[in-house]
């Protein structure tokens, strides 16, 4: 029962897109769940940096997907969602020197989760530091994809070989 409601929230909470670009990068980074990003969701923006959609350019996707995850900074699961789909981005051969460049043309840093106040709970901590790690992690992937011959981290280790 829950599942379906969550999905009624999440396709309510779509409707904020004006295009079909915005309204599935809201549900692949639906804030009011702890479920990863659902794959097809995933898929559709990897096509989509793939320039599949005419009216959506590499750099609107980084940007909507930074813009996202800082203007909900205190939603722990929109900034873990928003971090997954710049992993999966990273991951992929083609796409991994765009949103590099991209992040690094923007000033743009992997946004980590907080809350604004002096008093956090334990588990806000926990999200806080998980989160940074994770932030951390990418611009390190990013650093050493940048220096090093690969392209992306895959599972394809052609040239690891």
Known sequence: MKGGINKIM????????????????I????????????????IFLLTV????????SCTD?????YKRCVEQHNVWSVNMKVLIVFHRLLQDKLLSGK??????????????????????SQSDRVITMISRGY???LADLCKFLEKSK????????????
Do not use: W
């Open 99 to 120: 949103v590099m460049k991209e992040l690094k043309d923007k000033n743009y840093e992997f946004p980590s989760f907080y809350k604004e106040g002096a008093s956090l």
């Open 135 to 137: 932030a951390e992690y």
């Open 10 to 25: 999440r396709n309510i909470a779509s409707k904020q897109g004006c295009n079909e670009f915005e309204r599935r990068m």
């Open 49 to 56: 940096m793939h320039c599949s959609l005419a009216d959506v």
């Open 61 to 65: 996707v980084v940007a909507a997907l």
């Open 27 to 42: 549900k692949a980074t639906y804030g009011h769940d702890t479920k990863p990003p659902k794959e097809k969701h995933v």
């Open 150 to 161: 690969f392209k992306s981290l895959t599972r394809d280790f052609g040239l690891a070989q």
